[in-house]
């Protein structure tokens, strides 16, 4: 079976140059994999978004997070985190209090229920995309997250 190329998938016959290439199949990958990720997170009834400040809390709990600090670690910085924080409360994922040292910021932490949630969704989510991810070689995924990096810098 030969791999879909960029330009097929996105029907386009050519690019400027392979820089411009590369952006666009970075960009369609990180979309694809994004699809993938919240059709695995549907039955959960959470949104990848949500998944990622479930994941921020959990990793500092029981220490309480802002909203501000949330935003700064969220891998999507573009998400509405105090949204996103009232969606996750509604649905009682996460708990709200006021920090007493500043009274106009909001503290928040997982719930029990939420830390269930996320260890369940966690699980189906890491052994789906290791799946996926496996057609590229450990080799291959250490040079291209080295390459990502690199990118960034």
Same mark, same amino acid.
């Given at each position: 079976?030969?791999?879909?190329?960029?330009?097929?998938?996105?029907?386009?016959?050519?690019?400027?140059?392979?820089?411009?290439? %590369?952006?666009?199949?970075?960009?369609?990958?990180?979309?694809?994999?994004?699809?993938?990720?919240?059709?695995?997170?549907?039955?959960?009834?959470?949104?990848?978004?949500?998944?990622?400040?479930?994941?921020?809390?959990?990793?500092?709990?029981?220490?309480?997070?802002?909203?501000?600090?949330?935003?700064?670690?969220?891998?999507?910085?573009?998400?509405?985190?105090?949204?996103?924080?009232?969606? %996750?409360?509604?649905?009682? %994922?996460?708990?709200? *209090?006021?920090?007493?040292?500043?009274?106009?910021?909001?503290?928040?932490?997982?719930?029990?229920?939420?830390?269930?949630?996320?260890?369940? *969704?966690?699980?189906?989510?890491?052994?789906? %995309?290791?799946?996926?991810?496996?057609?590229?070689?450990?080799?291959?995924?250490?040079?291209?997250?080295?390459?990502?990096?690199?990118?960034?810098?």
């Amino acid at each position: 079976m030969t791999e879909m190329q960029i330009e097929d998938e996105i029907q386009q016959k050519q690019f400027l140059n392979e820089y411009i290439k %590369l952006d666009v199949n970075i960009m369609f990958t990180a979309s694809f994999l994004g699809n993938f990720k919240s059709d695995i997170l549907k039955p959960y009834n959470i949104s990848w978004q949500q998944f990622n400040i479930l994941r921020i809390l959990k990793g500092q709990h029981p220490k309480p997070a802002s909203i501000k600090s949330l935003t700064e670690r969220m891998v999507d910085r573009t998400s509405n985190a105090s949204r996103l924080v009232d969606k %996750l409360y509604r649905k009682e %994922l996460v708990d709200r *209090c006021t920090n007493m040292e500043d009274r106009r910021r909001a503290d928040v932490v997982i719930t029990e229920k939420g830390q269930h949630l996320l260890q369940e *969704c966690s699980n189906d989510l890491e052994e789906k %995309l290791t799946e996926k991810i496996s057609a590229l070689s450990l080799e291959e995924v250490r040079m291209t997250n080295s390459f990502l990096n690199k990118l960034r810098n």
